[in-house]
Nanobody, 113 residues
Framework: VQLQASGGGLVQPGGSVRLSCVVS????????MGWYRRAPGRQRELVAT???????NYAASVNGRFTISRDNANNTVYLQMNRLKPEDTAVYYC????????WGQGTQVTVSS
């Protein structure tokens, strides 16, 4: 299984960015998928999840600002990030929430003016 995240970059506080993660080698449509992040000096944390039935859950720190979605036809999960804050700076990863495949390289999001 390969997890390829993309879409990160340098964003100003208050800005937006949309991350994508293409999953290959797994039956994507059946999977509950998650977005995670690891900030410098901190443990990796769960940001959001989405089930095969499109039920979503969010960490309290991002609830109301981030939106997770999926495109089963293209084996892709998205994370729309709005009203970004400097504390959102991290490397963002996707993974299967249950099966926890080997991690991909992730995509760096830096929120700074």
């Amino acid at each position: 299984v390969q997890l390829q995240a993309s879409g990160g970059g340098l964003v100003q506080p208050g800005g937006s960015v949309r991350l994508s993660c293409v999953v290959s080698g797994s039956i994507f449509s059946d999977n509950r998928m998650g977005w995670y992040r690891r900030a410098p000096g901190r443990q990796r944390e769960l940001v959001a999840t989405i089930t095969s039935g499109d039920n979503t859950n969010y960490a309290a720190s991002v609830n109301g600002r981030f939106t997770i979605s999926r495109d089963n036809a293209n084996n892709t999960v998205y994370l729309q990030m709005n009203r970004l804050k400097p504390e959102d700076t991290a490397v963002y990863y996707c993974n299967d929430f249950v099966r926890n495949f080997p991690w991909g390289q992730g995509t760096q999001v830096t929120v700074s003016s």
